[in-house]
């Protein structure tokens, strides 16, 4: 008797002759057709397991063939195969409800593991079947199947974590879960993708990598899958944890705790816990290839970095995860100006060798982990997850320096583009993609028409930024310094735990105020690198996180504050020794030029900024 009944299209007919031999030798009835629209009459008239079919037909093609059968029999399976540049097409057919796909030139082995996949479903979708007329307990076990199923409804990561622990936490009645599954780009690491109920998330690791797994936690390498209790300790909270794995290979696990009413989690939890999670492991692994498929599809054929339309949904999904986390995240967005006067002298083919080469050279700065997008020929959009405002500044410096020492922006006649970028922060900056995108925005028009480049300063030594600007300055009454010092130092205290700069050169008439300011200000809280200006230490400093230099260390005796952190940037710079009713003074709000200030004092002193 034949394993199972196998409908075959294809418009080559080398390649039904070569299935049909194929899956013949393993045990399956093989039918063919040439076209979609003899296949839809077969599948009228005969019943099949599984529909094989190619995607590029003519006709009716293969994705068109997905779309008529899942409305006409939505229980249908479908596998679908095409080439390797044809992967759009395979995650569109995805969406249209094919059970798998498989590239061209077919590998005999995953075709036959894809069909027992499918096979096993189909038979465990028989077995819950027959249950209904055998035991009272089918009602129970319906459920789970149903919360099971629901899993395949979705292919993203994170709806399907949202799922996969409130399903656990129903079955094995439990009050709170934690779950966390394997990274696409590291499957090594396992990172955390959903709670539930009462869970403290300051406690639990973000990521755990599977090589030094934390105690208590050991069992998850062994190969048998099933779920086992954990006392509690300093890495795990006691509870139930529950592996998903799939073809040999751990996907992630959940951790359910407190159970309703206090009681311990039993044998009956053990076994409803088992089942859910295999059919999870399936809707991960289904997921986290998806995902794989999305990435090879969604790129930029000019640059090879990752289509926008593609950056705006991870954009959002990431907006989700730092709402629900209390993560922060930054965009970048890197602009040539002047590029369509620069591609004018140049053909076609070194253009677009030229772009992807300046893509590649942008991509080698950032991280695993952060995503660089073409948003069109001469701008760039960048994400970088974990990432706070400062952090955004320190890699936005870097991707300018590494780009204006390169080849690909010097030239010694002729037009060249111009470097412009620009950073914003969630949820700092903004909370939706399209309120972060309107800040991008203005600060690239900021970047492009800010006072550096207006004077020249780009490469200016700190001294001279500071005598350029000071040359610039308005009168102003002889107090404004003393109180734009503790304004600046009030708003410090306010913002301390966020990241930042301030730095102050009060002169000998103001560094009592500077003092005694920054003398009031909590060590454990303030996460702001503070540094004054000062001939010697003052005592009421010690003990205070301030790094104290000379004006000899900066080259400079004039009086200036700089304040640069996630929300606010501001700078003022005076004249030395100032006396009398009114002094000279230039203050400014510019962010692209208050960051200038900060990154060229930091390289004065030779600390670097970290991210």
């Given amino acids: 008797m034949a394993k199972a009944r196998i409908l075959a299209v294809d418009d080559q007919r080398y390649f039904r ?13 093989v039918h ?6 003899e296949a839809l009459h077969l599948l009228e008239r005969e019943a099949f397991d599984v529909l094989v079919t190619d995607l590029v037909m003519p006709g009716l093609s293969g994705g068109e063939l997905v779309e008529r059968v899942k409305a006409r029999w939505p229980e249908q ?43 096993q479903r189909r038979r465990l979708r028989r077995e819950h079947a027959s249950l209904m007329a055998e035991n009272l307990e089918y009602l129970g076990v319906l459920s789970l199947y149903e919360r099971t199923l629901s899993l395949f409804s979705t292919l993203s990561i994170e709806p ?8 656990l936490c129903l079955e094995a009645r439990a009050e709170g879960g934690v779950t966390w599954l394997a990274r696409s780009d590291d499957p090594g ?10 869970v403290d998330l300051e406690r639990e690791p973000e990521e755990i990598a599977l090589e030094t797994l934390p105690a ?32 040999g290979r751990l996907l992630g696990f959940a951790r359910l705790s407190d159970k309703l009413a206090a009681a311990a989690f039993d044998d009956r939890d053990h076994m409803v816990a088992e089942r859910f999670a295999a059919s999870a492991a399936i809707a991960i692994g289904n997921a986290l290839r998806f995902r794989s498929l999305e990435h090879r599809s969604f790129r930029d054929p000019l640059t090879k970095a990752y289509t926008y339309a593609f950056f705006e949904d991870v954009v959002r999904s990431e907006i989700r995860k730092a709402s629900r986390f209390g993560r922060a995240f930054s965009l970048l967005e890197v602009e040539l100006s002047g590029l369509a006067e620069f591609r004018r002298e140049m053909v076609d083919a070194d253009f ?30 960048i994400l970088l997850p974990e990432t706070d405002a400062l952090g955004a500044a320190v890699l936005k410096r870097r991707i300018g320096e590494v780009l204006e020492r390169g080849e690909l922006l010097a030239r010694d006649a002729g037009p060249r583009p111009r470097l412009n970028l620009a950073a914003a922060s969630y949820p700092v900056d903004g909370t939706q993609l399209e309120e972060l995108g309107r800040t991008l925005s203005a600060r690239l028009l900021g970047d492009r028409d800010s006072l550096v480049r207006a004077l020249g300063l780009e490469h200016k030594p700190f001294p001279i930024l500071l005598d350029a600007l000071a040359g610039r300055g308005e009168p102003l009454p002889a107090e404004a310094f003393e109180q734009v010092l503790r304004f600046v130092i009030a708003e410090l205290e306010r913002r301390a735990g966020e990241r930042g700069i301030l ?43 301030v790094t104290c230099i000379s004006p000899q260390q900066i080259g400079s005796r004039r009086p200036f504050l700089l304040y640069y952190a996630e929300g606010p940037a501001y700078a003022l710079v005076g004249e030395p020794g100032a006396a009398g009713d009114a002094a000279t003074l230039f203050q400014t709000a510019d962010r692209v030029l208050v960051e200038h200030l900060a990154f060229q004092l930091q390289r004065a002193l030779g600390v670097p900024i970290s991210r």
């Avoid at 049909?20 to 393993?26: A, N, W, Y």
């Avoid at 909590?522 to 690198?529: F, K, L």
Wanted: with cysteine; charged share 25%; proline share 5%.
């Fill in 189 to 198: 690491r396992l990172r955390l993708a959903a709670s539930r109920g009462l």
């Fill in 160 to 167: 399907l974590a949202d799922r996969i622990i409130e399903g």
């Fill in 352 to 381: 677009s060798a030229w772009l992807e080469r300046f893509a590649f050279q942008v991509g080698r700065v950032l991280r695993t982990t952060d995503l660089l997008a073409a948003r069109s020929e001469n701008r760039f959009a």
């Fill in 503 to 545: 730095c102050l050169s009060p002169g000998p008439s103001l560094v009592h105020v500077a003092r005694d300011g920054l003398a009031r200000l909590d060590p454990t809280q303030t996460r702001t690198e503070l540094v004054i200006v000062t001939d010697g230490r003052p005592d009421a400093l010690a003990g205070v996180p």
């Fill in 32 to 37: 063919t057709a040439g076209a979609g629209e």
């Fill in 216 to 247: 208590g936690l050991e069992p998850l390498q062994t190969p048998d899958g099933l779920p086992f209790a954990i006392a509690d300790s300093g890495d795990q909270r006691a509870g139930l944890i529950v592996p998903f794995r799939h073809e």
């Fill in 77 to 119: 399976d479908v596998v679908v195969v095409t080439s390797v540049g044809d992967v759009r097409t395979a995650v569109d057919a995805m969406r249209a409800g094919a059970s798998d796909y498989l590239l061209k030139p077919l590998d005999a082995t995953l075709l036959n593991r894809s069909l027992e996949t499918i096979l």
């Fill in 17 to 29: 002759v070569y299935l049909e031999d194929l899956l013949e030798q393993q045990g399956y009835e």
